[in-house]
């Protein structure tokens, strides 16, 4: 059974940090591209960052070097470091595992940034 558990979201300061984590089990972790993607209330669902199985990162451009997506294949963990949080940051923060046409996702874990 594939699972993705989130961790780390809160409740931060605009200009804060945090650090979310989101810890794989039921793959063979080092051999999916793992990608977080966010959903502010009444939005759509959108992607944030990505992190290829050879450690290539792509970003979304809102981003803009704010934000830094890792991952350590020892831990089946992925990570995404948040900086310089801003208030239209908040939403819930969702990991997602692919591979060829299959994908997984996490049951996501909420962020808020006050002003």
């Known amino acids: 059974q594939v699972q993705l558990v989130e961790s780390g979201g809160g409740l931060v300061q605009a200009g804060g940090s945090l650090r979310d984590s989101c810890a794989a089990s039921?793959?063979?972790?080092?051999?999916?591209?793992m990608g977080w993607y966010r959903q502010a209330p009444g939005k759509q669902r959108e992607w944030v960052a990505t992190?290829?199985?050879?450690?290539?990162?792509n970003y979304g451009d809102f981003v803009k070097g704010r934000l830094t997506i890792s991952r350590d294949n020892g831990k089946n963990t992925v990570y995404l470091q948040m900086n310089s949080l801003k208030p239209e940051d908040t939403a819930v923060y969702y990991c997602?595992?692919?591979?060829?046409?299959?994908?997984?996702w996490g049951q996501g874990t909420q962020v808020t940034v006050s002003s």
């Open positions: 997602k595992a692919q591979r060829n046409f299959m994908d997984y």
């Open positions: 992190i290829s199985r050879g450690g290539s990162t």
């Open positions: 039921g793959i063979i972790f080092s051999m999916y591209d």
